[in-house]
């Protein structure tokens, strides 16, 4: 009677180690994508304060634009925007 118990804790434990295995991947990548995010809005801030862009800091349909994209894309969209921003296609 004892086999059945014992199957049953070693089916728990796989199931266990499954999910702490997804659990760690799911993290692993969600702080991939909060640094990323959060070094897209510094670098938007940095260029902002050298002077190298004009991106305003008051609530304005440009500031939302600005924050959407960087929450979406992180580097990448801070940096077109930065780029949009220097030739002057973007009005920010």
Known sequence: MAI???FIDI???AVAIIIAYVL?????TTKK???NIIVGFLLIIVTNLLGLTSIPFSFSLSTLVTIIVTALTGVFGALVLIILNIFHLFPF
């Open 11 to 13: 089916i728990l434990v």
């Open 24 to 28: 760690y991947k799911a993290l692993k």
């Open 4 to 6: 059945p118990g014992l």
């Open 33 to 35: 994508i909060a640094v």
